[in-house]
T-cell receptor, first 112, second 113 residues
Framework: NAGVTQTPKFRVLKTGQSMTLLCAQD?????MYWYRQDPGMGLRLIHY???????AKGEVPDGYNVSRLKKQNFLLGLESAAPSQTSVYFC???????????FGDGTRLSIL | GESVGLHLPTLSVQEGDNSIINCAYS??????FIWYKQESGKGPQFIID?????DKRQGQRVTVLLNKTVKHLSLQIAATQPGDSAVYFC????????????FGGGTRVLVKP
């Protein structure tokens, strides 16, 4: 049981480039989330989804887009990367209300 | 404003001793709380959770206490081991607020042999 898998694990981009981060979960969870973690800032919610075909904005959504075309996948896109988006990105999923979120091991993204 | 925070940024514990990590929350409407452990280079790992209709919950070597009167949450780790060295986060959730988990800033636990 792989749980939550994030790809890629590391990436370096140049300012203005675009990329997509993939999150896949094999637990049949309804809810999925994207966070960023920065030193001294803790985990901040970017976007989330409460089911296939749905997405919603979190605390820091600007500069990011998401899609949930399949229940098991949640994609995070950066259309035009900026140095301020250098961070570690975590995906999480959970079964439903009053259930814990389960996290992947993160994608470390550097934007030069 | 809404916040979930931790009193101590770093906690040094002797191996074998018990650890207590504290967390304060400001929103009395929070109804679900979770403790996570994060090791270097890894994602947060679920430890234990508690709903607001409970005061105490026990797991394997861990106990979470919830004091709603003073909006305080704690994680107790019994017989702390070197493998317990990590950053610990508390998080609160208000299901009515749309599934938005709010994390505290974290406490680093260092276990001394």
């Amino acid at each position: 049981n792989a749980g939550v898998t994030q790809t890629p694990k590391f990436r370096v981009l140049k300012t203005g480039q675009s990329m997509t981060l993939l999150c896949a979960q094999d637990m049949n969870h309804e809810y999925m989330y994207w966070y960023r973690q920065d030193p001294g800032m803790g985990l901040r919610l970017i976007h989330y989804s409460v089911g296939e075909g749905t997405t919603a904005k979190g605390e820091v959504p600007d500069g990011y887009n998401v899609s949930r075309l399949k229940k098991q996948n949640f994609l995070l896109g950066l259309e035009s990367a900026a140095p301020s988006q250098t961070s570690v990105y975590f995906c999480a999923s959970r079964r439903g209300p009053y259930q814990p979120q389960h996290f992947g091991d993160g994608t470390r993204l550097s934007i030069l | 404003g809404e916040s979930v925070g931790l009193h101590l940024p770093t906690l040094s514990v002797q191996e074998g001793d018990n650890s207590i990590i504290n967390c304060a929350y400001s929103n009395s409407a929070s109804d679900y709380f979770i403790w996570y452990k994060q090791e270097s280079g890894k994602g947060p790992q679920f430890i234990i959770d508690i709903r607001s209709n409970m005061d105490k919950r026990q797991g394997q070597r861990v106990t979470v206490l919830l004091n709603k009167t003073v909006k305080h949450l704690s994680l107790q780790i019994a017989a702390t081991q070197p493998g317990d060295s990590a950053v610990y986060f508390c998080a609160e959730n208000r299901e009515a607020a749309g599934n938005k988990l709010t994390f505290g800033g974290g406490t680093r636990v260092l276990v001394k042999p």
